[in-house]
């Protein structure tokens, strides 16, 4: 995990927080008005999201966005993520059920390293940068949040995927015991996400472990998630404890569940009707009139070559 | 208990526990503190308790019988009225918020969405019952009047698959609204000596 460190000291945080690695990492690391109960992300009191721990100074990036940030508020009150609840409401109320630490993901597949990875094997803490982008949810609102990660080609690199690795498969952390939101059959548990290789090794495509120069809160999917800033929100799988490298098209949750509604591919596409929601308009989140919804999210120069010849209304 | 005396405020009383929901939406909207999209926020509460005035309607009839208060039947024309009256602002949110008043897409909305369809088709429905509300129409339409309000049914339905058919995956609430109209329903059928509930008064 993420180091913190608190200026009103706390036991159990001091405890776990390995001055070597800090040091490594030069991630400075501020304490923010909250006690310790949900350092693991969201830092919960009395329901509430307190302002999370300082990740630092990343490094700005050409691919983020000058448009006007997303109040952090909305960000963290206003989610989509069904393990904590399927109202948006809900998972910043039931941040505290997703435990984040210990936290480790499995890597398997076609890949030369397979194995068990502490997010800091993922991330190399020295390579943050921070990224502005827009993203776009399925439900026609949009928001810019800045993250802070790395480019998830610099994960995989790693790992080396083999030739036969043509997909990459992410799934969420599995524990109905504790998640809410995975007591019910709403969705089949656990969430599952998928991208082409091409897709997955795109510089914009964001391995992300914090917002707002922050740690990511719970309810935005920490520990780490990834970001694909040009395809609709639920694209972007949170609190990721799996990743595998897999030559056939992995099954994608919300595909599963209505397939005629949310394609594998799912890129911001205005021009594809979606049976709930004109894909034509967005509101971003805080602004009153509706905007146009760019193609790819406004990043077609960046990713429209991935699919090229590709029918996007037929692989939508 | 339901004397004329005690009716006499109890139904001033009770138009304002129905203005209630608006008031604090008013209030919510006033201050700031719909939530971080407060536009979404009006349109799913008025929406929701379009459905819940419209049950609250159709639970007089099965009360009438069980409690044996025909008195009851004075208030049941307010609650119509007042699902009527969510529903106008819950229509009224969609076509200025989220469709700035572009007919044209509210149109193509009708026809690509089917939760839109039965939305709109449920408001439609409502339109001639609230246009007839009036205790003189009732006396003009006679026996009619009391065919046309069975409207009310086809009404409710289309307003409960406009529900299920805008939820993505948690069906749970449209159920719940879906189960006591059943029981509503089943009220009225289970009697054999059904007698139009307005001939009671």
């Given at each position: ?21 800090y040091?490594?990492r ?26 999370g721990?300082?990740?630092g100074t990343?490094?700005?990036?050409p691919?983020?966005?000058?448009e ?10 206003y989610?989509n ?5 399927y ?8 941040a ?25 094997d993922?991330?190399p ?13 399925v ?14 080609a610099?994960?995989?690199?790693k790992?080396?995927?083999?030739s ?8 969420t ?63 972007s ?24 509604e949310?394609?594998f591919?799912?890129?911001v596409?205005?021009?594809?009707n979606?049976?709930r ?7 971003r989140?805080g ?21 090229s ?7 939508f | ?21 608006a008031?604090d939406?008013?209030?919510g ?20 308790w379009?459905l819940?005035?419209?049950?609250l309607t159709?639970?007089?009839?099965p ?17 119509g ?33 089917l939760f839109?369809?039965a ?23 006679g026996?009619?009047?009391?065919r046309l ?23 749970l609430e ?27 008064s």
């Amino acid at each position: 995990m993420l180091i913190r460190i608190p200026k009103r000291s706390d036991e159990r945080e001091s405890a776990v927080t390995d001055p070597e690695i800090y040091r490594q990492r030069r991630v400075f690391m501020q304490q923010c008005a909250a006690g310790m109960a949900g350092l693991a992300g969201g830092l919960l009191v009395g329901g509430q999201v307190q302002a999370g721990l300082i990740i630092g100074t990343p490094r700005s990036s050409p691919y983020s966005t000058d448009e006007e940030l997303t109040p952090m508020h909305a960000a963290t009150h206003y989610n989509n993520f069904y393990e904590l609840g399927y109202k948006k409401e809900d998972p910043s109320r039931n941040a505290a059920a997703l435990i984040t630490e210990p936290w480790t993901v499995e890597v398997e597949g076609y890949c030369e390293n397979p194995g068990t990875y502490a997010v800091e094997d993922l991330v190399p803490m020295d390579q943050l940068e921070e990224r502005i982008y827009r993203l776009r949810c399925v439900e026609a609102w949009s928001m810019v949040i800045p993250w802070v990660g790395v480019p998830l080609a610099t994960a995989l690199k790693k790992l080396r995927p083999t030739s036969q690795a043509r997909y990459v498969a992410f799934q969420t952390i599995l524990d109905p015991e504790n998640l809410p939101g995975q007591r019910r059959d709403v969705l089949d548990w656990p969430y599952v996400e998928g991208l082409r290789i091409d897709e997955a090794m795109h510089p914009l495509t964001l391995l992300t472990v914090g917002m707002y120069g922050q740690v990511l809160p719970n309810q935005n999917g920490a520990p780490i998630r990834i970001i694909v800033p040009w395809k609709y929100g639920f694209k972007s799988i949170k609190s990721i404890v799996r990743i595998r490298f897999v030559e056939g098209q992995p099954p994608t949750a919300w595909n599963q569940a209505t397939p005629h509604e949310y394609g594998f591919y799912s890129n911001v596409n205005p021009e594809v009707n979606h049976p709930r929601w004109s894909q034509r308009r967005e509101r971003r989140i805080g602004e009153f009139r509706k905007r146009q919804t760019l193609m790819f999210n406004g990043y077609a120069e960046e990713v429209a070559h991935l699919y090229s010849g590709m029918d996007l209304h037929k692989y939508f | 208990m339901h004397t004329p005396t005690a009716a006499g405020w109890v139904k001033p009383a009770l138009f304002l526990l129905c203005l209630v929901p608006a008031i604090d939406l008013a209030h919510g909207a006033w201050t700031n503190t719909l939530g971080v999209n407060p536009l979404e926020t009006l349109t799913r509460s008025t929406g929701t308790w379009t459905l819940r005035f419209l049950l609250l309607t159709l639970l007089i009839t099965p009360l009438i019988r069980v409690m044996r208060t025909p008195a009851l039947l004075r208030y049941r024309r307010m609650l119509g009225l007042f699902a009527f009256f969510y529903a106008s602002i819950h229509l009224g949110t969609y076509l200025w918020f989220d469709k700035f008043f572009d007919w044209q897409e509210i149109w193509l909305d009708i026809q690509d969405r089917l939760f839109i369809t039965a939305g709109v088709t449920a408001f439609l429905l409502l339109v001639p019952l609230a246009l007839t509300s009036t205790r003189r129409a009732q006396r003009a339409l006679g026996n009619a009047w009391n065919r046309l309000h069975r409207l009310i049914y086809v009404a409710t339905t289309a307003g409960l698959l406009h529900y299920f058919w805008l939820v993505k995956a948690d069906y749970l609430e449209p159920i719940i609204y879906a189960s006591i109209f059943a029981a509503l329903m089943l009220a009225r059928i289970r009697k054999p000596s059904t007698v139009s509930v307005s001939r009671v008064s």
